[in-house]
C-alpha cells in the first residue's frame, strides 16, 4: 500500500468536475488539468490544480495527435498514473492517451460501449439485457428489415453525441429513408431503433473493482427527449426506495455495469419503464457523474457527492488503498431547471425550506429541494414548475448537428 503523492492528468472539454479535482487534490495528488481555451475564463478551483493546459477548439476540434504529443512530453518530467476524462466528450479522447501512452484504465473498446450508441445496443444484446429494437445504418437491406419488422415511429439518433441532442424522430420509412439520404457520408455514424413511450428512469452508481457500492435511482418528469425538441421544465427525482420500479432498475443496472466492463469511478445510465408491457428496457450509459445538476439532487438525498467519491475511488486505486464508501443517508430530493430569460433570475421568492441549492449558471432559473417526504419533494416540483413557466422559462432553439464524431 503506498501513501505516496500520485499524477493525474483530468480531461474535460466542458467545465464541470470542480469537486473531483479538489478532492483529488486534498488527497496528497498532483493534479493536471487539460479544458479548451474558450474555457481559460471560467472559475475552475485553481488552487488545488498544479497546472492548466489549454487546447483550441472545443469538443470535435481537439487535435488528439497534438493532445498525445502534449501529455507524452510532460511524461519526460512527470511520471503520470492515471488520465480521467470528466466528461461524455472526454471518453475517447482519454481511452485513446491511455492505449497510445500504455497507462492502465479504460482502454478503446471498452471506451466505446459509454460513448457509442449502436456498441451499446450491440453490447447490450449479447449480454441478454433487454434493448429497443434497433438497426445499423450499413446496409440498405439490413434497414429495410428493420423498418417492415418493427413498428413505427422510430429514432435516428448519433452514435457519439451526449444526451437527447440531434435525436430525429420518424414516423413512417419514406420519412425514415429520406432523413437517412439527408445523411448523406454521415449514415454510419447514425443508428435506427424503436421508439417506446414510456416513464425514463436514471440510476447514477459508483463502482469498484467492478461492483457497484451505491447506486440511486431516480425518474425524468419530464424526458430528456421531450425537453430537447420541445422545451420545457426539466425535472427528476429520487424515487421511492426499495419499491418495485427501484429494484427493477438496480437489476438491470447491475447487469449494464458488468456485461459493459466498467471495472471502477462512476457511472450514470438511463432505463425506460414502457407503457405498452411494463418491462424494463436499457436506453444508454456513460462512465462519469450525470449533468444537469443531479450530482447535487443525489448529494441531497444521501450525503454522497458522486464527484468528491469518484476521485476518491481513482486515489484509492492509484495507491493500492482499500476504498470506504461514507455513510449513506436515505431521503428525498429533486430539481426543477429550466431555460431562463433573465441572466441572473431572481429566485428569491423560492424560499421553502426544503430549497438546499439554486442552480449558479447564468440564464438558468433552478432549485434543488430535498425532504424526507417525497410527496413533499414531488409537490414543490410540481408548484415550483408551474412558477418558473409562468416568470422566467424561454426556449432556445436546438442546435443541429453538424461535427459528429
Not at 503506498?2 to 473531483?20: H, L, P, Q, R
Not at 459509454?114 to 449480454?127: E, N, P, Q, V, Y
Request: hydrophobic share 40%; proline share 3%.
Amino acid at each position: 500500500m503506498e501513501n505516496t503523492a500520485k499524477t493525474f492528468v483530468c480531461i474535460s472539454n466542458y467545465f464541470k468536475g470542480s469537486d473531483f479535482l479538489i478532492n483529488l487534490k486534498k488527497l496528497n495528488n498532483k493534479v493536471f488539468l487539460i479544458t479548451s481555451e474558450k474555457l481559460n475564463n471560467k472559475p475552475w478551483p485553481f488552487e488545488y490544480i498544479d497546472e492548466v493546459f489549454y487546447m483550441p477548439g472545443q469538443d470535435v476540434d481537439w487535435n488528439l495527435e497534438h493532445l498525445l504529443l502534449g501529455i507524452s512530453n510532460l511524461m519526460k518530467h512527470e511520471k503520470i498514473d492515471a488520465v480521467v476524462a470528466l466528461d461524455d466528450f472526454d471518453v475517447e479522447k482519454a481511452t485513446y492517451i491511455r492505449e497510445n501512452l500504455r497507462i492502465d484504465g479504460m482502454g478503446q473498446t471498452t471506451g466505446r460501449y459509454f460513448r457509442d450508441k449502436l456498441a451499446m445496443r450491440m453490447r447490450a444484446k449479447s449480454c441478454g439485457i433487454s434493448n429497443p429494437k434497433f438497426s445499423a445504418l450499413f446496409n440498405d437491406n439490413e434497414i429495410n428489415n428493420f423498418a417492415d419488422s418493427v413498428a413505427a415511429p422510430w429514432v435516428l439518433k448519433p452514435r457519439s453525441e451526449a444526451s437527447a441532442s440531434g435525436i430525429i424522430k420518424v414516423h413512417n420509412k419514406e420519412e425514415l429513408w429520406n432523413n437517412i439520404n439527408e445523411l448523406g457520408n454521415n449514415r454510419f455514424k447514425y443508428l435506427v431503433e424503436q421508439f417506446r413511450p414510456g416513464a425514463v428512469y436514471h440510476c447514477d452508481s459508483l463502482i469498484v473493482n467492478g461492483k457497484i457500492l451505491f447506486s440511486i435511482t431516480s425518474k425524468y418528469l419530464a424526458t430528456p427527449m421531450e425537453i430537447s425538441q420541445g422545451g420545457g421544465i426539466f425535472r427528476s427525482a429520487v424515487i421511492e426506495y426499495g419499491s418495485e420500479d427501484d429494484m427493477a432498475i438496480k437489476a438491470c443496472n447491475e447487469q449494464v455495469i458488468k456485461g459493459f466492463g466498467l471495472k471502477h469511478g462512476a457511472a450514470h445510465s438511463e432505463y425506460i419503464k414502457c407503457n405498452d408491457d411494463g418491462k424494463v428496457y436499457f436506453l444508454e450509459t456513460s462512465s462519469r457523474v450525470g449533468g444537469a445538476h443531479l450530482a447535487e439532487m443525489v448529494a441531497a438525498a444521501s450525503d454522497i457527492n458522486l464527484w468528491a467519491e469518484w476521485a476518491a475511488i481513482e486515489d484509492a486505486l492509484a495507491k493500492g488503498h482499500t476504498y470506504k464508501l461514507p455513510k449513506v443517508k436515505k431521503e428525498y430530493a429533486g430539481i426543477v431547471l429550466t431555460l431562463s430569460k433573465y441572466e441572473h433570475p431572481d429566485l428569491s421568492a423560492f424560499n421553502d425550506p426544503e430549497v438546499c441549492f439554486r442552480v449558479p449558471l447564468e440564464y438558468h432559473a433552478g432549485l434543488i429541494v430535498k425532504s424526507k417526504d417525497r410527496d413533499r419533494v414531488m409537490h414543490l416540483l410540481d408548484d415550483y414548475a408551474t412558477r418558473l413557466t409562468t416568470d422566467f422559462a424561454t426556449v432556445a432553439k436546438q442546435q443541429e448537428v453538424k461535427n459528429l464524431h
